[in-house]
């Protein structure tokens, strides 16, 4: 859905990843229905996937059902706005840093990267996530968790 609200659009759209994905009639619809603003990638190693998000203003997951995402949290990290699916857990971690779509409303999908785009950078989320969701913070609480189980 995120390919059809954005069709044609003045925005340049990166998917990376998708074309190495297992599910081959997914990703056939996809590069069937993407139009000449868009851009397919194939898996990146990490060190070159920072250049993408340094170079993102909004990253954009609108999926059905997602957990808070490695994904979401490297593109707040790196200063991107986002937009993200209202399902899932994400609104506990981003609060009101990011913007929130219907995943089946592709006007509501294209509403949302349009706030994005023209919203003012929120250093507050990049903040909340280098404070709160490193691995470091993430070992500490599981340490932490451990040791009440262990210790009662």
Known sequence: NVIRALKNSPYNVVFIGLKSSNQKKYVDTCLAEATSNMKFIDHLPQEELLEYYQKARV?????????????????????????????????????????YCEPND???????????????????????????????????????????????
Not at 122 to 147: F, G, S
């Open 59 to 99: 990253h954009v997951l609108a999926s059905w059902f997602e957990t808070t995402g490695l994904v979401n949290l490297e593109a707040a990290a790196m200063g991107c706005k986002l937009v993200l699916s209202n399902r899932g857990d994400v609104k506990d971690y981003f609060k009101h840093h990011a913007i």
């Open 106 to 152: 592709l006007l509501s999908i294209k509403n949302s990267v349009d706030l994005a785009w023209n919203a003012p950078n929120d250093n507050e989320l990049r903040q909340l996530v280098l404070e709160n969701y490193t691995w470091e913070k993430a070992a500490i609480e599981t340490k932490k968790a451990y040791v009440q189980i262990i210790n009662p």
